[in-house]
């Protein structure tokens, strides 16, 4: 059916790339590109001789003309940048110019200031609606899947949704006594910068980790969870009228969460500049150079990981509660595409959001969060593609004493 550009060749695009290549009557061609062209080889090696053909090219995607350039040569129906949040904007920018749809799995960020905000790509909306082009934004997990579950719980279940908790849990172990689970230096931005939620119209912010619980969630048991700021409460708040409450956990190990408070403490997270034998560097960016390729955890990690929504609202004027989650197996993951479930359960959405894009199901012009497309096919996608869900209509609610009506 078509052409995809795929920008990056981490831990999250070789999940792309492997998916991709399992639909090849929608994945004709791609193209994987990214600065290292080593590393795009290695990938296509690994999967040259199905029916999607693939090419490898190098580009920065940071400078619009190259990836102009890219996509003139390719000629690509789709760009899947799972390159870093830095980038999506030259992306989108080069997009516009040759007349491609773009999907991504994370919201711009300026490398300078660690700020998650959709509005430097929602300024972008008129300029995509003119063009006639399709911009998804954030179709990973979380994002991604964590709104088109908000989206299908609003269509089939509440007349009005009034709290959502999203809860990522990850009851994995890959035996190191510090690592991330996709790029360090993006996994650190979002974790030390201060948590906040929303409610009743407003942001309340909290200090990094100040909120914690303990939440027993199925298939993986009791975990400390704790309050985070994350993309998608913003595009929620926004796109779910009636809501009141939004909040956003993930789950984090003492481990983890002493590693990181050292780290923090002797200057390794900062993203000021310092000089280091007469160059600068950026103690975080040197940090990410030394701490595992999250890439590499794929066959070290056993457990699973559990993220879903936890919605109450109100149904025919009563109150109702929804819980949808999907369990993902990392060394399951690991035996069909060579990944960790975290790359697995980012990859996978990304290739459905594009082919959903692809396929004229998911295809109108503008930029568009997930939740403000039907979510159907992508419900019925996920339970294809190595996602499944599973649904309570009785979840233990993270605070019990409130009833919605
Ligand atoms: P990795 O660090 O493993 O991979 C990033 C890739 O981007 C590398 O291959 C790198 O290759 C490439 N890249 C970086 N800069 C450029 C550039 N200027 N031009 C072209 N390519 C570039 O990260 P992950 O795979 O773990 O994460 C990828 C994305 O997925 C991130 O944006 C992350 O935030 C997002 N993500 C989203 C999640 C979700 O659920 N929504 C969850 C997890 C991750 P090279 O250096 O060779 O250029």
Redesign the pocket.
């Known amino acids: 059916m078509g052409k995809a550009l795929i920008?990056?060749?981490?831990?999250?695009?070789?999940v792309v790339v492997h998916k991709c290549c399992q639909v090849p009557d929608v994945f004709e061609e791609i193209c994987i590109?990214?600065?290292?062209?080593a590393?795009?080889d290695a990938l296509k090696e690994k999967l040259d001789g199905g029916r999607t053909k693939i090419q490898t090219a190098k580009?920065?995607?940071?400078?619009s003309d190259e990836v102009i350039a890219l996509i003139k040569s390719f000629g690509p129906d789709v760009v899947i940048?799972?390159?870093?949040?830095?980038?999506d904007l030259?992306i989108m920018d080069a997009c516009l110019a040759t007349g491609v749809h773009y999907v991504?799995?994370?919201n711009y960020e300026p490398p300078d200031v660690p700020k998650f905000e959709y509005k430097w790509q929602w300024a972008y909306k008129e300029r995509f609606e003119k063009a006639g082009l399709t911009a998804l934004l954030?179709?990973?997990?979380?994002?991604?899947?964590t709104g088109v579950f908000v989206a299908y719980a609003q269509k089939h279940h509440f007349d009005e949704i009034h709290s959502i908790d999203i809860v990522d849990a990850n009851g994995g172990d890959h035996g190191y006594p510090f690592a991330t689970?996709?790029?360090?230096?993006?996994?650190i931005r979002?974790i030390t910068a201060n948590g906040r939620y929303w409610e009743n119209g407003e942001w309340i912010e909290t200090a990094p980790l100040e909120f914690k619980k303990t939440y027993d969630l199925p298939e993986i048991g009791p975990k400390n969870i704790y309050l985070l700021y994350h993309e998608e409460l913003e595009s929620l708040a926004v796109n779910i009228k009636g809501l009141k409450k939004i909040r956003f956990w993930m789950t984090f190990s003492d481990n983890y969460i002493n590693h990181l408070k050292v780290l923090e403490n002797v200057g390794m997270t900062s993203i000021e500049p310092i000089m280091y034998e007469g160059k600068e560097i950026i103690p975080l960016q040197f940090l990410?150079e030394i701490l595992p390729?999250?890439?590499s955890l794929g066959p070290r990690t056993v457990g699973k990981t559990n993220i879903g929504c936890i919605i109450q609202g109100i149904k025919d004027g009563k109150p109702k509660t929804y819980y949808v989650y999907n369990v993902c197996d990392h060394q399951d993951c690991y035996k069909e595409v060579g990944s960790q479930a975290?790359?697995y359960?980012?990859?996978v959405?990304?290739m459905i959001g594009a082919m959903l894009v692809m396929k004229g199901l998911w295809k109108k012009p503008g930029v568009f969060n997930v939740e403000e497309f039907d979510p159907d096919p992508f419900m019925d996608a996920l339970n294809k593609y190595g996602l499944p869900w599973k649904e309570d209509f009785a979840p233990v609610l993270l605070d019990p004493a409130e009833v919605h009506a």
């Open positions: 920008i990056g060749a981490g831990g999250v695009a070789s590109a990214s600065r290292t062209l590393k795009c580009v920065d995607a940071d400078n940048n799972v390159a870093l949040p830095y980038q030259a991504d799995t994370a954030g179709s990973g997990f979380d994002p991604g899947v689970n996709f790029n360090p230096e993006i996994n979002e990410k390729d999250p890439a975290i790359s359960t980012t990859g959405p990304a």
